[in-house]
């Protein structure tokens, strides 16, 4: 079963909005086996959602559609689906009066007959409930040509779009799927991609096993991928053995969620001081449910005031070395671990830039103090690139000192 | 000019990577006058991608290719171009110089011959110099089907691929550019999107303008497209004088960036102490440059010992009423703008799930205090949806309220 997303929004296309919606079906489906082939981004323009229909309806045995089931008139996926598969619409009447009851609740007077669009539906659709909002999703069987196609319409927003896949769609999909493919990921910490790529390589040899890697700021994610997930379970556990503990552990695929790993195996709590990070570390580890038995809180220190007065950094250290310097950082990650009473600490300080760099203490540079009970590490990095690219590579590195100090305890 | 944008790598498709790329390449572009009409996303496979390739050229004058430069065996992107528009691939012994010369610094032994790929360069291309990593990018002037085309070829890597794109590609892109269209947008906060529209179109009528809309947690943004430059930004500050103070200020498209804006233009500062959204807020507001003037630090107190310990909630409070209460967070509010010496505070106290709810306090359940001089006001918020909306809502939430009582005083 061939499986292709078309993500209809003219947002999309300006970049005002990031498409997580693919990001999230493609994990979802990928799980399921699923992984989906082609992907398309299209505006809220009915030719251009009709060329990507043509481009994609042949080459695959499913589509899903995300975005466009809305009220307003650049909401125009329904429509266009139906046109180009030669389905009529007819409004649904019990989607009408939920809609109309929903409206009432909102206490904004008459409703709109725009708000009706969304009870349109085509002739031997399927409804997908939305408990999250008001357009709902729609699942079609029909056909092109004389193949068969299932198409599933998707709305937009991923707190709506979210939980219909899960509980409505997903379930439907994998009742019905074929030749499903898996895949086999792991992380490797900060190591080169040629390097991995080539003892990768050194075990997998000629099998029929398809290899992907993807490199980022915190390390380097192998994917094997194949329809054999036996022999897929053994070649990553092999290439696991002899990657040792670079690979992150209990399959993480994050340095945030291999962190609380570690630390929760240890018993270990963690608390943050945060200057030109302001808070991303402690979001990070937050983002994780149950984070609260591993992590005790921060201080965003972001004036030097609050080093100062909240986090206890003496006032000759701010004086004499400056707020981005190694005293201050290590003074930090103490004060952090003493004040909050825990086990392990990480301090950042330094200077994210575009503006604020001096050629002594130049945009990008970072100090970076971890602590675990009674060992202390304090490092200066030389970050390049935008104010972005500096803060997200000072929040892997200072996961990295925190996960190599854990190790080397 | 029709520009597409290509997007390869079998990590996008798999969702265990966000496409950032289409974002960034698709708000440059708009801000151009070039925004892009299509995307499409392909696994890291020739066939996929000389299909997606079938698909776009036709339509488009110019093909940007995010990924799959790099060295390793699955990097085939410039193989593929090169195929698919009958180009012969050469090695650079300029390039292959440089190679060399980085791979010597990182001290690995002898280079792989795999690293050379990288200086394969298609006749008559133009290298695009990446000053963040090993691989560079490529302009392809050729023609399909007699239509000239232009290919760029960009790396996937975000640092590497933003500088290269801002420096190299897009100022040779401006300069040939014609028949651009504009995009004037603006933001209303927490407005329901239908009536929004009733009230855009009321304005731009049968005008030569194009409406799209796209609602998130924060608000609806609008977007008006045309060719008539005046026309549009006479037509978007018209619309904004009647949308009034709902309408974010100074072009802001998201609520921190209106905080920030608001707080700065009264010369008050900010401290925030979460919970539940575990630094997020604080990360939000450091995101833009320059928040050092309006945001002196947070508190991100996740366990009731730092609550009462670091933040002073007194032990009878979280005794009585517990960690999520109004009680609660207006001592947060009051204690974290006493601490910091801040004119404005926020706090935000909540159940974030899917653990951790009781049928009092359930998941979703959140309370958030906001403070602006004397005035103090704290709501009660019931969100739905999973751990990620929760905290992405009370973030919206806690900006929409500061940004009221602001305005209120």
């Known amino acids: 079963?061939?499986?292709?997303?078309?993500?209809?929004?003219?947002?999309?296309?300006?970049?005002?909005?990031?498409?997580?919606?693919?990001?999230?079906?493609?994990?979802?489906?990928?799980?399921?086996?699923?992984?989906?082939?082609?992907?398309?981004i299209?505006?809220?323009?009915?030719?251009?959602?009709?060329?990507?229909?043509?481009?994609?309806?042949?080459?695959?045995?499913?589509?899903?559609?995300?975005?466009g089931l809305g009220p307003t008139s650049d909401d125009i996926t329904r429509q266009?689906?139906?046109?180009?598969?030669?389905?009529?619409?007819?409004?649904?009447p019990e989607l009408r009066k939920k809609l109309e009851a929903h409206w009432q609740c909102l206490k904004r007077g008459h409703a709109p007959e725009a708000l009706?669009?969304?009870a349109q539906v085509p002739e031997n659709a399927v409804v997908l409930?939305?408990?999250?909002?008001?357009?709902?999703?729609?699942?079609?069987?029909?056909?092109?040509?004389?193949?068969?196609?299932?198409?599933?319409?998707?709305?937009?927003?991923?707190?709506?779009?979210?939980?219909?896949?899960?509980?409505?769609?997903?379930?439907k999909l994998e009742a019905i799927a074929a030749d499903r493919t898996f895949t086999e990921r792991f992380m490797v910490a900060g190591a080169a991609e040629l390097m991995i790529q080539k003892q990768?390589?050194?075990?997998?040899?000629?099998?029929?096993v398809e290899l992907a890697y993807c490199a980022s700021a915190e390390g380097v994610r192998v994917f094997l991928t194949g329809t054999d997930r036996l022999l897929l379970k053994a070649k990553a556990a092999e290439l696991k053995t002899a990657f040792g503990n670079a690979v992150l552990a209990n399959d993480s695929l994050s340095l945030a969620e291999e962190v609380s790993f570690q630390l929760r195996s240890r018993h270990f709590t963690l608390s943050t001081a945060e200057s030109c990070t302001g808070g991303m570390i402690a979001a990070a580890i937050t983002d994780l449910a149950g984070s609260s038995d591993?992590?005790?809180?921060?201080?965003?220190?972001?004036?030097?005031?609050?080093?100062?007065?909240?986090?206890?950094?003496?006032a000759e250290i701010l004086k004499t070395h400056g707020a981005v310097s190694e005293e201050c950082v290590a003074a930090m990650v103490d004060n952090i671990c003493a004040g909050f009473d825990t086990d392990t600490?990480?301090?950042?300080?330094?200077?994210?830039?575009?503006?604020?760099?001096?050629?002594?203490?130049?945009?990008?540079?970072?100090?970076?103090g971890v602590r675990v009970k009674e060992s202390m590490e304090v490092k200066k990095f030389n970050f390049r690139g935008s104010r972005e690219t500096v803060r997200g590579r000072a929040v892997a590195a200072a996961f990295r000192m925190l996960r190599d100090l854990l190790f080397r305890q």
Chains 1, 2 share one sequence.
Do not use: H
């Not at 990768?200 to 029929?208: C, H, K, N, R």
């Open 1 to 40: 079963m061939k499986v292709s997303i078309i993500s209809t929004g003219s947002e999309l296309l300006k970049g005002t909005t990031v498409n997580t919606n693919l990001a999230f079906l493609g994990q979802a489906l990928t799980a399921a086996g699923l992984t989906p082939g082609r992907g398309a």
């Open 345 to 368: 600490g990480i301090a950042v300080s330094g200077i994210a830039g575009p503006g604020g760099g001096t050629p002594e203490k130049p945009a990008g540079l970072v100090f970076i």
């Open 42 to 67: 299209v505006p809220d323009s009915g030719r251009s959602m009709t060329e990507a229909l043509a481009d994609l309806v042949p080459v695959s045995d499913i589509i899903i559609t995300t975005g």
């Open 129 to 171: 409930e939305n408990r999250n909002g008001t357009a709902p999703g729609l699942w079609l069987n029909t056909q092109k040509d004389g193949c068969p196609k299932i198409i599933i319409l998707l709305p937009g927003p991923p707190s709506e779009l979210e939980p219909m896949f899960m509980e409505e769609a997903l379930p």
């Open 80 to 92: 266009v689906v139906c046109e180009f598969f030669g389905l009529k619409l007819k409004e649904d």
């Open 294 to 314: 591993i992590f005790k809180g921060s201080v965003v220190a972001y004036s030097n005031e609050v080093k100062e007065k909240i986090l206890g950094v003496p």
């Open 116 to 118: 009706f669009s969304q």
């Open 200 to 208: 990768v390589e050194a075990v997998i040899g000629d099998l029929p």
